[in-house]
């Protein structure tokens, strides 16, 4: 099982971009897949979830409004839409697969059993 992020890049402040992640192979036990992000000097920090099957999704609140995450499933891709990107959203973006709860429990990010490459997304003031 392999996710593979891309989209990532430099924009101006109030820009945007579109981030995606292609899930191959089969996950088992996944019902979810989400996004999380790494700014320098800083812990991992969740962003998003979307359930595969009801569609649910979670934000963190430094996000909401801005972000918004969609999924296909007949391609397994899940997209992260960000929109008036800010200098504090400059991070690595991380998508990973794992139940709705685990994905959105802080807790238990160290429990997630799938995660893909990062892609870089810098926000210029």
């Known amino acids: 099982v392999q996710l593979q992020a891309s989209g990532g890049g430099l924009v101006q402040a109030g820009g945007s971009l579109r981030l995606s992640c292609e899930a191959s192979?089969?996950?088992?036990?996944?019902?979810?897949m989400g996004w999380f992000r790494q700014a320098p000097g800083k812990e991992r920090e969740f962003v998003t979830a979307?359930?595969?099957?009801?569609?649910?999704?979670a934000y963190a609140d430094s996000v909401k409004g801005r972000f918004t995450i969609s999924k296909d499933n007949a391609k397994n891709m899940v997209y992260l839409q960000m929109n008036s990107l800010r200098p504090a959203d400059t991070a690595v973006y991380f998508c990973?697969?794992?139940?709705?709860?685990?994905?959105?429990?802080?807790?238990?990010?160290?429990?997630?059993?799938?995660w893909g490459q990062g892609t870089q997304v810098t926000v210029s003031s």
């Open positions: 990973a697969a794992d139940s709705f709860r685990r994905l959105t429990t802080p807790q238990a990010m160290s429990l997630i059993g799938y």
């Open positions: 979307i359930s595969w099957y009801d569609g649910s999704t």
């Open positions: 192979g089969r996950i088992f036990g996944a019902f979810a």
